[in-house]
């Protein structure tokens, strides 16, 4: 396949050798954002497209808010990598990826243009609307992967796409004081802390002690849920912010 008709009305097309069907009849029920990570736009997007790069993704969306799909929808692309939400590790087979342009943490995690935010909210938008996806399943691929990827980072505006209905969101609580828990800590309250992140989907075994893994685990809610502060500790805002999320969870509430 070299040529096919965009999913999305507004996207230009260029397809990734990249790709295969998706898996045991899995289909996409989960949106992954991700940021691109290099130098430029055009970079990454031949990366993307480069047999012998190992990875693709089905769109990316430039800082002037050009969007190229790279897979049609109905094929899996290779951007999750090695993974865990929710109890399942392929979750290529169950996702639609968008590769955001920017540079990141290694080149300084630049602002996302508004051109490029209000493009972002159009795709995300339509492909919700067309694969029936949750809200709770809109995510970060930091959020999946928590040892391995930071993106798209602290300064991705998850509030805004909250205000234009997308993904699953609440106002975060206030950093400051209070109790805190955070690397060499045990005993009850680190299990129920790593209870509450497993229960929302998080790669959190319930040990109760706060290991250098939990740490990630924790530093990869602060990026997409209480971004004031990404420092791996969890405190009383972190864990507030939390909580507020379980409540607001359909299945949960």
């Known amino acids: 396949m070299s040529a096919f008709a965009p999913d999305h009305a507004g996207a230009q097309t260029r397809f990734s050798p990249n790709v295969e069907p998706r898996r045991d009849g899995k289909r996409a029920d989960m949106l ?81 243009p508004d051109a490029q935010m209000q493009a972002v909210i159009a795709l995300c938008s339509d492909i919700i609307a067309r694969n029936g996806i949750a809200a709770e399943r809109v995510l970060a691929h930091s959020d999946i992967a928590p040892r391995r990827k930071r993106d798209p980072g602290e300064r991705f505006d998850w509030a805004l796409l909250a205000d234009a209905g997308i993904g699953h969101y609440v106002q975060p609580a206030p950093a400051g004081g209070g109790r805190f828990f955070g690397e060499g800590d045990s005993g009850q309250p680190v299990e129920a802390l790593q209870a509450m992140l497993a229960l929302y989907g998080y790669d959190c075994p319930v040990t109760g002690a706060f290991d250098a893994h939990t740490a990630m685990v924790v530093r990869a809610f602060q990026r997409h849920f209480r971004p004031a502060r990404v420092d791996g500790v969890a405190d009383a805002s972190t864990i507030e912010t939390l909580h507020r999320l379980l409540t607001a969870l359909p299945a949960l509430a």
Do not use: K
């Not at 992954?32 to 993307?48: I, R």
């Not at 290779?78 to 955001?100: K, Q």
């Open 32 to 112: 992954l954002l991700h940021y691109t990570g290099m130098e430029t736009g055009q970079a990454a997007e031949d990366w993307l497209c480069n047999p012998q790069s190992g990875v693709s993704c089905h769109y990316i969306v430039h800082e002037d808010g050009c969007i190229v799909q790279m897979a049609p929808e109905s094929l899996r692309a290779w951007h999750a990598g090695a993974s865990f939400w929710a109890g399942e590790t392929d979750n290529n087979s169950r996702s639609i990826g968008i590769e955001i342009v920017n540079g990141g943490h290694d080149y300084g995690l630049p602002s996302f």
